[in-house]
């Protein structure tokens, strides 16, 4: 049908920056139509996932007061990606991180088709 292909992350020492990248991608049985809210968020062990930052259709933003001035989320909407620019890395910092992105697309029958699609999860480990 369709995905949400992850890309990025890794190490990085405290201060270093990182980017991660999100592409929604069809298939010859899913025609994506139309890509809203496209958030990122994070997980640590023995935690829930919480909301990093998001951004809208007409590209409005929203972080969470921990990464602020610090994240930028943006969008490609000709490429059907999202990227969130991390700078100013902290160790606490240290998650998987997620994106999520709410579709529309076309199944195999043509029929549209509302989803909220996650991608597979990305490390991004930061070192004191």
């Known amino acids: 049908q369709v995905q949400l292909v992850e890309s990025g992350g890794g190490l990085v020492q405290a201060g270093g920056s990182l980017r991660l990248s999100c592409t929604v991608s069809?298939?010859?049985?899913?025609?994506?139509?139309?890509?809203?809210?496209i958030g990122w968020y994070r997980q640590t062990p023995g935690k829930g996932r919480e909301s990093v930052a998001s951004?809208?259709?007409?590209?409005?933003?929203e972080y969470a007061d921990s990464v602020k001035g610090r994240f930028t989320i943006s969008r490609d909407n000709a490429r059907k990606t999202a990227y969130l620019q991390m700078n100013s890395l902290k160790p606490e910092d240290t998650a998987v991180y997620y994106c999520r992105a709410d579709v529309n697309y076309y199944n195999v029958a043509a029929e549209m088709v509302a989803a909220r699609l996650w991608g597979q999860g990305r490390q991004v480990t930061v070192s004191s």
């Open positions: 069809g298939t010859v049985s899913g025609k994506i139509a139309s890509i809203y809210d």
């Open positions: 951004i809208s259709a007409t590209s409005s933003m």
